[in-house]
């Protein structure tokens, strides 16, 4: 079973930057299809970017040149770089992965496997 691990999130400042990281020490990630997903107190689950497996990408409109999600398949982790931060980007971050692999979807239907999730708050 993939059991993934996020990290990287905290406090920062609107306009600011941080990094999650995605990683597992059960399964090599090079051939899984991995998401970010968030969720706001209140509101449900949102995609937020998605990588497949060969490198392509897709982002949810309102991170679109903010946010940046990559992969480093010797480090077996994925990254979701994010900039210009907000408030309204305050949620947990939960990253999920499918073994389709070759896709870019940004449905949590589509993921099979979860993190537990870190905290991203965006505050002054």
């Known amino acids: 079973q993939l059991q993934l691990v996020e990290s990287g999130g905290g406090l920062v400042q609107p306009g600011g930057s941080l990094t999650l990281s995605c990683t597992t020490s059960?399964?090599?990630?090079?051939?899984?299809?991995i998401g970010w997903f968030r969720q706001a107190p209140g509101k449900e689950r949102e995609g937020v970017a998605s990588?497949?497996?060969?490198?392509?990408?897709n982002y949810k409109d309102s991170v679109k040149g903010r946010f940046t999600i990559s992969r480093d398949n010797a480090k077996n982790t994925v990254y979701l770089q994010m900039s210009s931060l907000k408030p309204e980007d305050t949620a947990v971050y939960y990253c999920?992965?499918?073994?389709w692999g070759s896709g870019t979807s940004t449905l949590d239907g589509d993921y099979d496997y979860w993190g537990q999730g870190t905290q991203v708050t965006v505050s002054s």
């Open positions: 999920a992965g499918a073994p």
């Open positions: 059960t399964f090599a990630l090079t051939f899984w299809a």
């Open positions: 990588i497949s497996n060969s490198g392509s990408t």
